[in-house]
């Protein structure tokens, strides 16, 4: 084909650009930047030159190791920076190398170029890796001059399986300035003006809504998609009373939009902003949790992304520890449909890889391309083509949510992409614990919806069978709390889809409602508030470790026989055995006891957990007779979910709940007036 040909029928395009932090983040450079040679090995100085260590002690000392591998002072804006004479300088990182695997996997882009600008003497080097993490030189090429432009053609015919491109940067003795640097693809010419509502969901998160639409806003140059910034509030918080509402809504000029409207949980505020997309007409919802921290190149990504793949995609961003901001918490996840659970998609991935540790090139397991069902709904991009095909959120408050939304796309042909390079910081569930407490009830059933809707094991393999281990887990631990909301799930499982949208705004005050019957489900701040433990009572517990399979069944049996029948301690109700700290609050270890406070896993409070075998009989008894009839009428309960599932998540089931809920809308009736009005127009 004549290079004429080529440019009339395709061009150059960008893809990514080489960022630098933010100002105020160094504790993220790690992700952006580090120094050492192709394989993360630091260079070290030996009388004002640098060379490659040889003892073996100083081999240890790897790129991430030491605060002076990157220089904060050294960035000048978020794409250039300078490179300190004789240093070398890696963009083989989290953040800036070039996930070609992924490119080459679901769009048509075949060749790309890397362009780096230059101001000083020194070479820049291109290097790549195959799906084993095997590192590979590619190119290199000396620049000297005030402004020098250097460029790669290279190709992503080889990474069928996963690898990385990336670049290096060596300066002279005299230093360099690396001024930009990016990668384009070569890609059809046809021209598109991509739109996108950017929604953030909010139950009183206020201060991290404000922090987040701030970045957005000093960033307005490169989110040209974006055209509404959505804001849904569930909470009695509100963002725009925020003092500082009004010089955000200012900097984000006419993109900003607030709606407040009852509490219907994440699958509320998300379907919400799915909704609007649709309503604008837009090609995009980009769906964004309250509590994190947004890289804002990541937003650019994933549009660019979804744009030049070969159909219709959701593309997601990863999750970074908001407090371990080197710690990456998903890389990725597919449902193990035989249990209907969250998985990872290969046996040698590692989550909760600290980069700091062990950065981009010293990690095999990165470089092999991690194909997943469904992305979390922390940072998810979603086409308003796949909606208008397969409905909005389930509206299940929330839990499995996102899941099941990528595996009923995945079924209609749509696939689901987490994509690296774009991502947030998140808080991780290190710090929660979602399966104690008001949440268990929506866990127990958005978990087995799921299973009806998309497992097509017998009986759902190991769904009930677990269901009913779980039971005898927190009975046996005291959490009566906990324990009464899973059986509400499982007799709000047989209404069937129809009443699910009744429950949305009402079902977590009724929950919320039973915490006055259970004192594991009082929580209070100071341990002090509760009784003191008697003097010289062992705080043991239960064995230190689970049982092991062979044991488990005879210690289950001997564990709740001994509770139902053994009437607990006589002052038990009225001084605890002991305080238990949320690390050890393990089922095998409660059980032990009759009496014990235990830390919750925030850190925050404490509550009292006290032992009554009446409860747990009557519990215990509950839970068995609803499921054998969960197991007895599996089948038919599955063709009614699947039957009405797609009329419940449809865009006009959403809308008449919408319209009830609805309390405030600046996009529709301006600021400052009421419900009355807003829902007259809706």
């Not at 630091?42 to 002690?57: A, I, N, S, T």
């Not at 035989?338 to 040698?348: F, K, L, S, V, Y």
């Not at 705080?539 to 399979?549: C, D, R």
Request: charged letters at 25%; one cysteine or more.
């Amino acid at each position: 084909m004549t290079t004429a040909a080529v440019s009339a029928e395709l061009q150059w395009s960008l893809l990514q650009r080489t960022i630098l932090p933010l100002e105020g983040q160094a504790d993220v450079v790690p992700l952006y930047v580090d120094a050492g040679t192709a394989n993360g090995i630091r260079l070290v100085e030996d009388d004002g030159m640098y060379r490659v260590p040889k003892r073996r002690e100083e081999k240890l000392n790897l790129v991430s190791s030491s605060e002076a591998e990157a220089h904060y002072e050294d960035f000048l804006s978020r794409e250039s920076m300078t490179v300190r004479p004789g240093q070398h300088v890696s963009f083989g990182t989290y953040f800036n190398a070039f996930p070609a695997s992924y490119w080459r996997r679901w769009t048509s882009v075949r060749d790309v170029r890397l362009v780096v600008e230059t101001k000083g003497r020194g070479a820049v080097v291109v290097y790549k890796t195959n799906a084993r993490g095997a590192i590979q030189r590619v190119a290199g090429k000396r620049v000297d001059g005030d402004a020098t432009t250097t460029v790669f053609d290279l190709t992503l015919t080889p990474f069928g399986d996963g690898g990385w491109y990336w670049f290096d940067v060596n300066a002279s003795v005299d230093g360099l300035e690396l001024t930009s640097a990016r990668w384009e693809g070569l890609v059809s010419a046809r021209a598109r003006d991509t739109t996108v509502t950017l929604q953030i969901t909010t139950v009183n998160k206020t201060q991290f809504c404000i922090d987040n639409a701030r970045i957005l806003a000093d960033s307005l140059d490169r989110l040209d998609a974006v055209r509404e910034i959505l804001i849904v509030d569930q909470g009695t918080d509100k963002v725009r009373d925020h003092p500082d509402f009004p010089e955000i809504e200012a900097a984000l000029d006419g993109r900003l939009r607030v709606i407040e409207q009852a509490n219907l949980g994440g699958s509320g505020g998300f379907a919400r902003g799915m909704f609007e997309a649709l309503e604008s007409g837009h090609d995009y919802a980009l769906l964004l949790d309250d509590d994190v921290v947004i890289e804002p190149e990541s937003i650019t990504r994933l549009v660019t992304f979804a744009d030049l793949c070969r159909k219709p995609t959701i593309v997601g961003g990863h999750m970074f520890d908001l407090y371990n901001r080197t710690t990456l918490h998903t890389f990725g996840e597919v449902v193990d449909l035989h249990r209907m659970q969250p998985a990872p998609p290969h046996e040698d991935m590692q989550l909760g890889h600290d980069f700091s540790r062990s950065n981009l090139r010293q990690t095999p397991w990165l470089h092999r391309r991690t194909d997943v069902d469904y992305n979390g709904w922390w940072m998810c991009l979603i086409p308003t083509e796949v909606m208008r095909e397969i409905g909005l959120a389930m509206p299940v408050f929330i839990k499995w949510d996102d899941s099941e939304y990528g595996l009923r796309a995945r079924n209609a042909g749509f696939n689901t992409v987490s994509f690296p390079g774009a991502a947030v910081w998140h808080v991780s569930w290190v710090d929660k614990d979602d399966l104690v407490g008001w949440q268990a009830y929506f866990h127990e059933r958005n978990r087995t919806i799921t299973a009806l809707l998309h497992s097509d094991f017998p009986k759902s393999g190991r769904v009930l069978r677990e269901s009913v281990q779980n039971d005898v887990k927190h009975l046996v631990s005291m959490q009566y709390f906990t324990q009464h909301g899973r059986i509400m799930a499982l007799n709000d499982l047989f209404d069937g889809p129809e009443g699910l949208h009744d429950k949305l705004a009402a079902k977590l005050p009724e929950i919320n409602a039973l915490r006055a019957q259970y004192s594991d489900a009082q929580i209070k701040s100071d341990v002090d508030d509760f009784p003191s433990p008697k003097a010289g009572r062992s705080l043991t517990g239960g064995p230190a470790m689970a049982p092991s399979k062979k044991q488990l069944v005879p210690w289950a049996l001997k564990t709740v026989s001994r509770q139902l029948l053994r009437a607990p301690l006589e002052d038990s109700a009225v001084r605890p055995q002991g305080f238990l700290a949320h690390r050890d609050n393990k089922w095998w270890r409660l059980a032990g006891y009759d009496s014990v406070i235990v830390s919750n896993a925030e850190g925050t409070g404490a509550s009292w957990y006290q032992r009554k075998p009446e409860l747990l009989r009557a519990m215990l008894a509950e839970a068995t007779r609803l499921h054998a009839r969960l197991f007895r009428d599996w089948e038919q309960l599955s063709e009614r979910y699947r039957a009405g599932m797609p009329k419940v998540t449809s865009i006009d089931a959403w809308r008449v709940t919408f319209s009830t809920q609805t309390v405030f809308d600046t996009g529709r009736v301006g600021s400052g007036e009421e419900a009355s009005v807003a829902k007259a127009e809706a």
